[in-house]
């Protein structure tokens, strides 16, 4: 899909960028979204027992130092 570049800079998209659309067909409406990457997810969920919260710098120091590379 090739959208107009003032869209693409509206949105924050690259060119090679990704994009949801979200339809509405009763209106006959289309919306385009810029897509949502893993990394936009952090921190979004938690787990349901908060004492199992790990650090996540903590376990890669962890499996640096207990882990071999192969």
């Known amino acids: 899909m090739t959208l107009p570049k003032a869209a693409r800079s509206l949105l924050n998209i ?3 960028g990704k994009v949801m659309l979200d339809i509405d067909p009763k209106k006959k409406v289309m919306m385009v979204k810029k897509s949502a990457s893993f990394l936009d997810l952090a921190g979004t969920f938690t787990p349901k027992d908060k004492k199992k919260i790990v650090n996540a710098v903590k ?6 130092k207990h882990y071999e590379r192969t």
């Open 14 to 16: 690259t060119s090679t």
């Open 59 to 64: 376990i890669r120091d962890y499996m640096e």
